[in-house]
């Protein structure tokens, strides 16, 4: 996958007056926020950067929500009631230049704007749409989405079971 930003760590910026009275010395206006992105916290075994966690993704929105619910949609139930089929399907990202295109990362780009022009991606669709073939369109997972679905729903208060138990 391409490095996505997913979490950030903030930190408080505000002062205590020097009083001793526990008042700040910040009012939390836009002008005056009371939190600012801590670009100290790195930890380059757990992809944190400048105060940035990174997980795979498409460049702009990360793998867990492009792919987590159209694994539970598979199933049925709540999220899909009239059972209709649901395939994820993802595609190796390969950066290319051609002179022909340049603002684009090429043919096989899974940038998240550039993936509408991923010739793997638009064979899928139009397989889809002309109902030609349309059946050869299953399933092809080619990161950790399972593992990541798996983790989520085992979890005592994750996934979308622990989400309606809080509710």
Not at 63 to 83: A, D, Q
Request: aromatic share 6%.
């Amino acid at each position: 996958g391409i490095a996505t930003e997913r979490a950030y760590f903030y930190k408080n910026v505000c002062g205590k007056a020097e009083s001793g009275d526990n008042i700040s010395t910040c009012d939390s206006s836009p002008t005056d926020p009371q939190f600012a992105l801590d670009s100290s916290a790195q930890d380059i075994d757990f992809n944190i950067t400048h105060g940035v966690k990174f997980s795979d993704g498409d460049g702009s929105v990360p793998l867990l929500s492009l792919g987590y619910m159209c694994e539970h949609w598979k199933k049925g139930g709540r999220h899909n009631p009239s059972g209709i089929k649901v395939v994820t399907r993802e595609h190796h990202s390969i950066e290319e230049f051609t002179l022909n295109d340049p603002g684009r990362g090429g043919p096989h780009s899974g940038e998240h704007v550039d993936i509408l022009g991923h010739l793997h991606v638009m064979e899928d669709i139009i397989k889809i749409a002309t109902d030609f073939e349309a059946d050869s369109v299953d399933d092809q997972i080619v990161s950790d989405l399972k593992r990541i679905v798996r983790d989520i729903d085992n979890h005592p208060m994750g996934g979308v079971h622990g989400a309606s138990k809080n509710r």
